[in-house]
């Protein structure tokens, strides 16, 4: 299993852009959720899906999309990119019976937003 | 918002030396994770422990809960150079609540 796979590994963008990170993973967990992690804030929960065709909001849902059309895919949209959202992002999985509470993460993508 | 917050925020040992990282958080949990994230990468789950429990091993690795004092701990004993990264303690079930993190550097 390749497990969590994000791409880009880097990007960046000029404000106003948009763009699509993607997030996949072969293990059918239903549970998938993007983080941003700022220096000293820790990972912060942007959205979040149970299931297909299920999104909903985290902790800093605004300037981003989701949509979850597969079990394996979770890709996050940025419609405007801002300075503000120059952040790592982390995906993240987990199945309610297959690992309970624990999550498998993603190695991140860097965007840089100028 | 953070659930919770981390303490130290960094700290540097020797190694074989061990390592105490301390987790307040703020509402009532049922069970409280804690990661490892070596620098520019993924998290790592290293343990968890459920709100009945008051203390779990992993091999290096102890944690104690105290529900009464909202508080974790995570002793990391005989430390490696290996261990140089940051550990965070995690809340939730479907979605987690991280703290800020405590940056551990072991040096040779």
């Known amino acids: 299993n390749a497990g969590v796979t994000q791409t880009p590994k880097f990007q960046v963008l000029k404000t106003g852009q948009s763009m699509t990170l993607q997030c996949a993973q072969d293990m059918n967990h239903e549970y998938m959720s993007w983080y941003r992690q700022d220096p000293g804030m820790g990972l912060r929960l942007i959205h979040y899906s149970v299931g297909a065709g299920i999104t909903d909001q985290g902790e800093v849902p605004n300037g981003y999309n989701v949509s979850r059309s597969t079990t394996e895919d979770f890709p996050l949209r940025l419609l405007s990119a801002a300075p503000s959202q120059t952040s790592v992002y982390f995906c993240?999985?987990?199945?309610?019976?297959?690992?309970?509470?624990?999550?498998?993460f993603g190695p991140g993508t860097r965007l840089l937003v100028l | 918002s953070q659930q919770g917050e981390e303490d130290p925020q960094a700290l540097s040992i020797q190694e074989g030396e061990n390592a105490t990282m301390n987790c307040s958080y703020k509402t009532s949990i049922n069970n409280l994770q804690w990661y490892r994230q070596n620098s520019g990468r993924g998290l790592v789950h290293l343990i968890l422990i459920r709100s009945n429990e008051r203390e779990k091993h992993s091999g290096r690795l102890r944690v104690t809960l105290d529900t009464s004092k909202k508080s974790s701990s995570l002793l990391i004993t005989a430390s490696r150079a290996a261990d140089t990264a940051s550990y965070f303690c995690?809340?939730?079930?479907?979605?987690?609540?991280f703290g800020k993190g405590t940056m551990l550097l072991v040096s040779p």
């Open positions: 995690a809340t939730g079930y479907s979605t987690l609540t």
């Open positions: 993240a999985s987990s199945s309610p019976l297959a690992t309970k509470e624990t999550q498998y």
